[in-house]
């Protein structure tokens, strides 16, 4: 059974300071997606890594595929309130169950002003 | 196209009462997923199909639970005999073809009471 750990499952920080939350599997993924979520809503689409060692960054959001393609990372700096939310990561792997797409238990991070 | 389409955002139902939802995916993509979330948690795997074809039903989906996508375009996702265990928010989340990227809707939070 493929499965992606999320750390920390819970995350609570001052606006202005820096944190990381990690993905990682023992299994290899095609590619993976990470999410943000709002209380109420959808998760909304962040980024797709595809390549290993790949790094994508969106403002202040950085995110790291490993080089085996078995983890990843999302960096956040200078947090702010607005960051707050569920964030999920999703891989992909062909062939595998659930239509190919598994999803962590997300880490839920709280920005206090 | 405005992305994909869930309906009702909302439904609270008395316990043994039948309920359906409806998802729109987008347009031209060929999967289709149904997940379920509880409070704080990541999304669980309920179901996919592939065009009209359900390929894979999660063991969560009880026989009380049923979806359908008759043309390949919406689906539709009954529970029967609703329980209060049933509470949760349902999720529909579309891809092109296997391992594209899913897109969310915003949900349906169903509350049994």
């Known amino acids: 059974t493929q499965l992606l750990e999320q750390s920390p499952q819970f995350l609570s920080i001052q606006e202005g300071e820096n944190l990381t939350v990690y993905c990682n599997s023992s299994s290899v993924f095609s590619s993976l997606q990470w999410y943000r979520q709002e209380p109420g809503e959808g998760p909304v689409l962040l980024v797709t890594?595809?390549?290993?060692?790949e790094v994508k960054k969106l403002k202040r959001l950085t995110f790291q595929f490993g080089d085996a393609r078995k983890d990843s990372s999302l960096h956040i700096t200078a947090a702010q309130p607005g960051d707050t939310g569920l964030y999920l990561c999703a891989g992909v792997n062909y062939g595998g169950s659930q239509g190919n797409l598994i999803f962590g238990k997300g880490t839920k991070l709280s920005v206090k002003p | 196209d405005t992305g994909v389409s869930q309906d009702p955002r909302h439904k609270i139902t008395k316990r043994g009462q039948n309920v359906t939802f409806r998802c729109d995916p987008i347009?031209?993509?060929?999967?289709l997923y149904w997940y379920r979330q509880t409070l704080g948690q990541g999304p669980e795997f309920l179901t996919y199909?592939?065009?009209?074809?359900?390929?894979?039903k999660s063991r969560l989906l009880s026989d009380r639970f049923s979806a359908e996508r008759p043309k390949g375009s919406f689906s539709t996702l009954e529970i029967q005999r609703t329980e209060q265990g049933d509470s949760a928010m349902y999720l529909c989340a579309s891809s092109l073809e296997e391992g594209y990227v899913a897109f969310f809707g915003q949900g349906t939070r169903l509350t049994v009471v």
């Open positions: 890594v595809v390549t290993g060692g």
């Open positions: 199909f592939q065009n009209e074809a359900q390929l894979e």
């Open positions: 347009s031209e993509h060929n999967r």
